[in-house]
């Protein structure tokens, strides 16, 4: 009993002994998982920064985009009173000339 006591404990060593090793060489930051997450945390750290630059362009320009939009609108709104203006000055009545109205009124009262 004592010596298959021994036996698993002789085992359980060497198998602790071994996944210890393993551990190490797994979490070793050059050729292990541990430089893998290393890699992949730097590189989520880079994203990261892309995606807020991304989206402060983003809002950058969108902001830009609706003082242009309403640039435009007052624009437009000018052009259109200007148009009405233009329109109403060419039908409305054209007011004779004070010269020709004198002369008129000089023949039929002379």
Do not use: Y
Request: with cysteine; aromatic share 2%.
């Amino acid at each position: 009993m004592q010596i298959l006591l021994l036996a698993a404990c002789l085992g359980l060593g060497v198998f602790c002994a071994t996944l210890a090793r393993r551990l190490r060489r797994m979490n070793n930051l050059e050729s292990g998982l541990g430089g893998a997450i290393a890699v992949m945390a730097a590189e989520v750290d880079r994203l990261e920064r892309a995606i807020r630059s991304a989206r402060d362009e983003a809002t950058a320009a969108s902001e830009r985009l609706a003082e242009e939009i309403e640039t435009a609108r007052r624009e437009r709104a000018i052009w259109d009173l200007r148009q009405r203006i233009g329109a109403a000055a060419s039908e409305a009545p054209q007011p004779m000339p004070s010269g020709r109205r004198l002369r008129k009124r000089e023949v039929s009262h002379g």
